[in-house]
């Protein structure tokens, strides 16, 4: 009686979905089907992520689907950690699917005389294509923030000029969050890169202070230092204050948590999103910074707060308002060409009270303040701000 072939597969396997056991199915109609699994460590060191699900409950996870034969945690390293298992297992073929295809694996396998099988990458019959990639992007809960005021005003830079507090809410992830777009992007995928899909459970303020040292590495070739607003904003849950006085860390916190003010909020704050800030755009170039324009900045910030917490509508509009002309007073270029179009657009619709850009502008959203929850556009973005309780 003729022996089956042996079959290999190498991947990692952290968030095992559909897509991977109709790839198992299609590769075990090759002969018997063998699975490498990446370790912990090489995924961390290769992937620069640590994995959702450990070596060892990945690899049960693999071992009890009925289309694999066996499966091993493989000792290499690298996008080649399948070699020490191949030269262990000698399988006759190895399939990789489209996407894992590579010039340096086909030429190993030459090498081995193995044969290599390529698979497109189609989903069972009735199924919706899974990637990890995707399944990544859609389950991360890694929280973004919105600056109501005072922004800059983390820079010290601005804060030489004038103490002052900047504003922040950290928000649910629960919408398109895109790059480029004053969303603090840049810093959120930066925590991705260790913490994948959610915050680690510890003190917000600390989190936030170890995202701000970890982002604003010292050997950062383009000597930028992120504002500490985008750690603080999204580590730190409910609406936020910090002080600034010429430090790129703030002095003080103060935090509200009453739900009574956070849902008033969620019925008067949307985005409209607008045009990615594009590529080469400096918005500090043609930058007006003096003290009395920094006074008119930290000045609409207190406004902002106190008129928040006294949930008064009209006085929130006209402080919020007024930060954002503080801003761009400084920040001329904040107001990159079609940004106006869109502030006569959505200023001009009843109950739209009052806009700004969320980060340092130059594009992305339209963050708006209306009267109550029946002025918020239909098109427009509702925000869930993140309870305590959700970290």
Same mark, same amino acid.
């Given at each position: 009686m003729t022996s089956k072939k042996k079959v290999f597969v190498s991947g990692c396997y952290d968030l095992l979905h559909s897509g991977h056991v109709e790839f198992f199915r299609q590769a075990a109609q090759y002969g018997d089907l063998y699975v490498g699994i990446g370790s912990d460590e090489t995924i961390l060191h290769y992937k620069k992520h640590r994995t959702v699900y450990p070596e060892r409950e990945r690899l049960f996870m693999v071992k009890a689907i009925r289309y694999v034969k066996d499966a091993f945690i493989n000792a290499g390293s690298g996008i080649m950690d399948f070699v020490p298992t191949v030269e262990r297992l000698r399988p006759d073929v190895f399939v990789v699917n489209e996407d894992g295809s590579s010039e340096e694996k086909e030429a190993y396998c030459r090498k081995m005389g193995i044969e290599y099988v390529v698979l497109p990458r189609v989903p069972s019959e009735g199924l919706t294509a899974r990637s990890s990639t995707?399944?990544?992007?859609?389950? $991360?809960?890694?929280?973004?923030?919105?600056?109501? =005021?005072?922004?800059?005003?983390?820079?010290? &830079?601005? $804060?030489? &000029?004038? =103490?002052?507090? =900047?504003?922040?809410?950290?928000?649910?992830? !629960? +919408?398109?969050? %895109? #790059?480029?777009?004053?969303?603090?992007? $840049?810093?959120? !995928?930066?925590? %991705?890169?260790?913490?994948? &899909? %959610?915050? /680690?459970?510890?003190? /917000? #303020?600390?989190? =936030?202070?170890?995202? +701000?040292? +970890?982002e604003n590495d010292p050997e950062r070739s383009d000597g930028i230092v992120s504002g500490a607003q985008d750690a603080i904003g999204i580590c730190m849950p409910g609406l936020v204050r910090h002080y600034y006085e010429g430090h790129y860390w703030p002095i003080r916190f103060e935090s509200c948590h009453d739900e009574k003010v956070l849902s008033w909020l969620e019925e008067r704050l949307c985005l409209v999103p607008m045009f990615p800030r594009r590529d080469g755009c400096s918005v500090i170039e043609g930058a007006k910074i003096d003290a009395p324009h920094v006074k008119a900045l930290t000045s609409a910030a207190d406004d902002c707060w106190n008129a928040i917490l006294d949930r008064d509508i009209d006085r929130f509009a006209a402080a919020y308002q007024s930060s954002f002309e503080a801003q761009t007073a400084m920040f001329p270029a904040m107001m990159q060409p079609g940004v106006q179009e869109y502030i006569d657009r959505y200023s001009a619709m009843d109950g739209v009270l009052a806009w700004k850009m969320p980060g340092a502008g130059g594009g992305g959203y339209l963050a708006l303040v209306c009267r109550d929850p029946e002025c918020i556009p239909d098109e427009a973005i509702r925000l869930t701000i993140r309870r305590r309780e959700n970290i």
């Open positions: 995707d399944l990544k992007r859609q389950t $991360s809960m890694i929280p973004t923030r919105l600056d109501l =005021a005072g922004t800059w005003i983390d820079q010290p &830079y601005v $804060s030489r &000029y004038g =103490a002052g507090w =900047a504003i922040t809410i950290s928000l649910v992830p !629960n +919408f398109e969050i %895109r #790059e480029r777009c004053g969303l603090s992007t $840049s810093t959120r !995928n930066c925590i %991705r890169s260790i913490w994948p &899909y %959610r915050l /680690p459970d510890m003190d /917000p #303020e600390t989190l =936030a202070h170890i995202v +701000f040292c +970890f």
